[in-house]
C-alpha cells in the first residue's frame, strides 16, 4: 500500500515539477524572437549540414556548421554542450510544425556542433543543401525514466528487488547476518572501519552519513572492493557526472575492474579510458561494428547521388538492414563487456533501461551503491534501485537537496530524499555516521559540529590546527593565521541592491570588501586557485566575477549550490543581504549555509551585515561562533574614506555625544577620548593605564615646550608603537614636528618645534585637525592657520582636478596624503615590515598605530602587526559615530564623469562640515 500511495503521490508531484520548468520555458520563448534567443546562447540559426556518420547504436550523426561560403567561420556563442536536448528545425522558424527532429548534441566546438539522431524516425534523412535552426530543448529525459521507474515500481512482484523495497517502505524489516573483514585500506578511521562493517552485514540496506570531509567517497570505495571481493556485482550511481567520475577515478586506482556508462563527451578526459565507447573500441568486435558502420554511411552517401526515387528505396532499405546487424553485434560486444565489469558506474538516470543496462539480466546486480544520495530525488534512485536485491546510501542530508523549481512541489514532499526518509521511518538503525573529518580546522568544524551534527564530529589531527600560514609560500599575517574572520558590515551602509527579485541580490559593498580581501589573502602568498569566492545570489556571483576574475582568473567564484561537494584552502563568504528588516530570504536555508562554510579548509572569512542576517536563528548561531572563536572585523577598517583621515584623534563634535560612552563628548585630549571610548569594550585597568601613559608623555612633551634651550625631544626607543602612537597624536595636536628614526628595536621617536617658514614642509592638509586641549596659545593659531591655507589649497587643487581632468574624486585626498606622508616623514626610505626592501618613498604609507612607514603591500595595520589597535580603533569609531557616510567604499577609476563630479561636491561640503575623523585603511596600487 505504502508503495502504490508514494508512487501515486511522487508522479503527481512530478508532473507539477515538470510542468513548472516547461511553463518557464514557454515564458521566456515565446515573448523572444529567434534572434534574440541566439543572443541568449539557446539557439543557432542558418546553419548548414557539414557531414553527416553513424555513431553508437547506430545513431544518425550530424555535424552542423555555420555558413561557409558567407565567411562565417566559427559558430555564435551559444551554451549548447553535450548531453543537451536539441529540436532541427528547417529555416521557417522554430515551432513544432517546422520540426525536422529531436536529437542529443554530441560535441561542440567553435566552429561545428554535432548531434546524434535517434534512428526511431528512421529513414531520417537531410537535405544538405537547405538551412537549418537548432534550438536546445527542455530535457525531459531524465523526467521519462524517473515516470517509468516509479511505473515500473509500482507493479514489481517478483524481481531482485522484491524484498529491497518491501524493507525501503516499511513492510518488512532490515535483516543483518555479521561477518569478518580484512580491510584492503589499513588508514581507515573507526568510524569508517563500524561504517563498512555495518553496511557488510545488513543484508538489505544501508545508510552511511557522511558529514563534510569525513571520507565518504574513502568508505564507499572500500565497500564496493570488499563487495567484488565477496564476488558481487555492484551497480554505483549518483546523480551528478562529476560524482560518478570521482568515484570512477579512485576505484580504478584500487584496481577494480571499472565500467563507466554515459555518454564519453560528458565525462572527464582522464575517466573517457573507462568509458563504454572506449572499451568497445578496443574489443573483438570493434572491427566489424566499424565496418559495418562504414557501409552505412557509403549508403547515406549513395542516396545522396541517386535522382531516381526508386534507387532511394533500395538504398534505404539496406541501411535498415545494416544497422540491424550493426544493433545485434553491438548488443552482444555491449552485454559482454558489462558483464565482465565487476562495478559499473553511471548516473542515477544513466542506470535506465532504455540505455547499455537493457542488455543485462534483471538479476546480474547484486548491490546498489547510491552515492550523494541526498542531492538526489528519491524517484530517480529507483532507477537504480529496482535491479539491487541491497542498497547502500551515502550522503549528507544536512547539505543542500536536489533543486526544485516548483515551490509547491518541493513543500509537498518532492525535496525528501531518500535517505531523509529512511532516517525519518527507521531512525539511526539503519545509519552509520562518519564523525572524523579531514578537511576543516577544528574551529571551522566545531560550529557546523554543533549546529548540524549533534556535536559528534571531530577534526583529524593533520587538519585540526592547520591554517593558511602552513601552506608553503605562504606569509603568517593575520589573515592567514586565523581560521575564522568575520567582517561585520553593519553599521556601514552597505545595502544591498534594490532589485525586486527574489533570486537575484547583489551587494557592491561587499564585493569590494571581498575584493580587499582577497588581496590581503594574496599579497600574503595564498594562490588564487585555493581561494573560492562564494555567494549565495547569482547576481553577487556575476558581480563578484566582474571585480575579481580579470585580475585572479584562477580564483573560484561560484554560488553555494554550485560549490556542494567542492573544498578549497580559504573560502570568502559574501551573503549579501544587508537591509533594515533583516530579511534575509534564500539565506533562511541552513543546509545551504552550512554547505558554504564546510567548502573551507584552513580559513572562512564571512563578509554579511550581522545586523540582517543576525535575525535568521540559524545565522545568528554563526555569527556567535565566529565572534567567539574568531576575528572580528568591521567594514571600516576596510573601506577608504573619501576624506584623508592622517590623524587618529577624535574631536568635541557634536556626533561623539551619539556614542554610548558616557562622557565621550567631554572636551578631553585625543588619546584620553580614545580611549574612554574603548574602555566600553576592554578592562578598565588597562585602560587606565594607557590613560597615565598618554599622561606621562604630555608632560614631558610639555616640559620641553617650555625649556626654549632644547631643540628637540628624543624618546627612548623602549617606547612601543603604541607609546610612539601617543607621542606623534600630542606631537601633531601641539603642531610640532615628530619623527620617527631607526630600525627595529633601535627605532625610536622625536618631537622638535616646527619650523616657521617654508610652507611646503609644513602642508599638514587636514581641516578637522583642531587641537582639542589647550596648548600653548601661538602654536595652536599658527596650526589653525597652516591647516586653512592647507584647505584652500586643496580645495582649489579640487576643483581643477574635478573639472579639468576628470580624476576620481576619491583619489585626492591620497595625493594629499602622499604630500603630508612626504613633509612629515622624510627618514623613511625602506617598509618597515621585516624583511621587506620596498621603497616607501613614492608611494609608502603611515600606519597611525605603530607610527613606521609601510609599502603597499604591508601598510594595512592587519598585515604588520597592528590589526588590534586598529580593529577597536575602528570600533571606537563606529560606536562613535555611528553612520558610515554614504559614497564611501574604495575608488573606481571607471566611475562615470556625472558621479565623479557629485562625489566631488559632496567631498567638498564634507571636507568643510566634517568633524570627526577617520583615516585610510587601505589604499590601492592604481592610483
Ligand atoms: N581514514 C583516513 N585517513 C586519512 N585521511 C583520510 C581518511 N579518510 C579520508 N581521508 C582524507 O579525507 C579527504 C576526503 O576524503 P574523501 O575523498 O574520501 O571524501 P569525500 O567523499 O570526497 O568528501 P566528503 O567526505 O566531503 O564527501 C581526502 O583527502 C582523504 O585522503
Ligand atoms: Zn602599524
Ligand atoms: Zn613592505
Known sequence: MAVEQFVSKTLELLQEEREAEIEETRIWQENISLKDLQNKGVCLLKLQIGSQSTGLYGR??????????????????????????????????????????????????????????????????????????????????????????????????????????????????????????????SNLDDSQREAVSFTLSQRELAVIHGPPGTGKTTTVVEIILQAVKQGQKVLCCAPSNVAVDNLVERLARCKAKVLRLGHPARLLESIQKHSLDAILAQSDNANIIADIRKDIDKAFIGIKKMREKGERVNFKREIGELRKELKSREATAISQILKRADVVLSTNT????????????????????????????????????????????????????????????????????????????????????????????????????????????????????????????????????????????????????????????????????????????????????DIAVIAPYNLQVDLLRQKLSARHPELEIKSVDGFQGREKEAVVLSLVRSNRKGVVGFLAEDRRINVAVTRARRHIAVVCDTQTVQTHAFLKSLIKHMTEFGEVRTAFEYIQDIVPQNYTRDHKDTKANTSKCPGSSSNENAAATEKHTKSCMTALTEEEQKKNRCAEIRVQVESFLKDLSQKELQFPSSFNSHDRLLVHQIAEELGLVHESKGEGKDRCIMVARPLVSTPEKETIPNPQSEPMCQPTLDLKSLHLDRMKREQQKREEHNRMKAGACGIAAAAAPDEDFDTLLDAVIKAERVCSFVRCKASVLMLGQLCLFCNRQYCLSHHIPEIHGCGDKAKSHARMRISKEGVLYAGSGKKDKSMDPNKKAYLQRKLDSKLKDMSSQRKPKNKENDS
Request: glycine share 8%; net charge neutral.
Open 350 to 529: 544513466g542506470a535506465s533501461g532504455s540505455g547499455p543496462l537493457k542488455f543485462l539480466p534483471a538479476e546480474h546486480f547484486d548491490w546498489v551503491v547510491i552515492d550523494e544520495c541526498a542531492q538526489a530525488l528519491e524517484s530517480s534512485c529507483w532507477i537504480a534501485l529496482l535491479r539491487a536485491r541491497k542498497c547502500i546510501l551515502a550522503g549528507d542530508y544536512k547539505q543542500l537537496p536536489p533543486t526544485i523549481k516548483s515551490q509547491k512541489a518541493a513543500s509537498k514532499g518532492l525535496s525528501l530524499s531518500l535517505m531523509e526518509r529512511l532516517i525519518q521511518m527507521y531512525g539511526d538503525s539503519v545509519v552509520r555516521m562518519l564523525t572524523v573529518q579531514y578537511r576543516m580546522n577544528s574551529a571551522i568544524m566545531n560550529w557546523a559540529s554543533k549546529e548540524m551534527y549533534q556535536g559528534r564530529l571531530t577534526a583529524h589531527s593533520s587538519v585540526e590546527r592547520h591554517l593558511l600560514k602552513d601552506l608553503p609560500g605562504v606569509a603568517c599575517v593575520e589573515e592567514t593565521s586565523t581560521p575564522l574572520l568575520l567582517i561585520d558590515t553593519a553599521g556601514c551602509g552597505l545595502s544591498e541592491m534594490e532589485v525586486t527579485d527574489e533570486q537575484s541580490k547583489g551587494n557592491q559593498g561587499e564585493v569590494d570588501i571581498v575584493e580587499l580581501h582577497i588581496k590581503a589573502l594574496t599579497e600574503a602568498g595564498v594562490k588564487a586557485k
Open 60 to 185: 544518425t550523426v550530424v555535424v552542423l556548421e555555420p555558413r561557409k561560403h558567407l565567411g562565417f567561420l566559427s559558430l555564435p556563442s551559444n551554451s549548447f554542450g553535450p548531453g543537451d536536448i536539441v529540436g532541427l528545425y528547417d529555416t521557417g522558424g522554430c515551432t513544432p510544425a517546422s520540426q525536422i527532429g529531436t536529437g542529443i548534441v554530441t560535441r561542440v566546438s567553435q566552429v561545428s556542433i554535432s548531434v546524434a539522431f535517434d534512428d526511431s524516425n528512421d529513414g531520417l534523412s537531410f537535405d544538405t543543401g537547405a538551412l537549418h535552426n537548432l534550438l536546445k530543448l527542455a530535457n525531459d529525459v531524465t523526467y521519462k525514466r524517473m515516470k517509468n521507474a516509479l511505473n515500473t515500481l509500482n507493479g514489481y512482484s517478483n524481481g531482485p528487488a522484491a524484498n529491497l523495497i518491501n524493507v525501503l517502505f516499511g513492510d518488512s524489516k532490515p535483516s543483518m547476518q555479521s561477518q569478518p573483514i580484512k580491510f584492503f585500506n
